[in-house]
């Protein structure tokens, strides 16, 4: 099984800041990458595919980057309804999730 | 618009049995991979189980490898979770998502609690 690790675990920022999110996998996993929202309540939202693809609907502020075992997600410029628990995924093996970085206001 | 609406969730006793249904519409389903993806309470997201596009082929996780069925009916546009011998640790909110390389969109979700 390929265990995600983000980091870190808690993220607290103001509206209008920029957000960095970690996601390192225990191996390789190329560019089979996603990035999720969740909000309180509600289902995850597909934000970035394949390291780095905006899905659908997806503002520009929000960007994708990294290969092999590192990724990213930033954040440009933090909105209101942007502060959620934020969960990476890969799909090089069977599906894992990594265990979630809540963003927080400050 | 694509929807997917879960169903069948509730109280079950441990060692009894679920099946959860999802309801889809807004897309060809037969074309797609439809998954089956769980949150604990206050927990991450851990996938459970896949069912192909190509009518037969299934994927389960190693912690419901087998207690659990997916199967779908594509003339219903469903699919549908069986859980077998249930246990504690499957108490969860079960989403129905399409496909498996990404899941997307997902359903509400329908709660599964595990206790006598």
């Known amino acids: 099984e390929i265990v995600l690790t983000q980091s870190p675990a808690t993220l607290s920022l103001s509206p209008g800041e920029r957000a960095t999110l970690s996601c390192r996998a225990s191996?390789?996993?190329?560019?089979?990458l996603a990035w999720y929202q969740q909000k309180p309540g509600q289902a995850p939202r597909l934000l970035i595919y394949?390291?780095?693809n905006r899905a659908t609907g997806i503002p520009a502020r929000f960007s994708g980057s990294g290969s092999g075992r590192d990724f990213t997600l930033t954040i440009s410029s933090l909105e209101p309804e942007d502060f959620a628990v934020y969960y990476c995924?890969?799909?090089?093996?069977?599906?894992?999730f990594g265990q979630g970085t809540r963003l927080e206001i400050k | 618009e694509v929807q997917l609406l879960e169903s069948g969730g509730g109280l079950v006793q441990p060692g009894g049995s679920l099946r959860l249904s999802c309801a889809a519409s807004?897309?060809?389903?037969?074309?797609?991979?439809m998954s089956w993806v769980r949150q604990a309470p206050g927990k991450g997201l851990e996938w459970v189980s896949t069912?192909?596009?190509?009518?037969?082929?299934?994927f389960d996780a190693d912690s419901v490898k087998g207690r659990s069925i997916i199967s779908r009916d594509n003339s219903k546009m469903a699919v549908y979770l069986q859980m077998n011998s249930v246990r504690g640790e499957d108490t969860a909110v079960y989403f129905c998502?399409?496909?498996?390389?990404?899941?997307?969109?997902w359903g509400q979700g329908t709660l599964v609690t595990v206790s006598s």
């Open positions: 998502a399409r496909n498996w390389e990404e899941f997307d969109p």
């Open positions: 807004g897309f060809t389903f037969s074309n797609y991979a």
């Open positions: 069912f192909s596009s190509d009518g037969y082929t299934t």
């Open positions: 191996q390789s996993v190329n560019r089979y």
């Open positions: 394949d390291a780095s």
């Open positions: 995924q890969q799909r090089f093996n069977w599906p894992t």
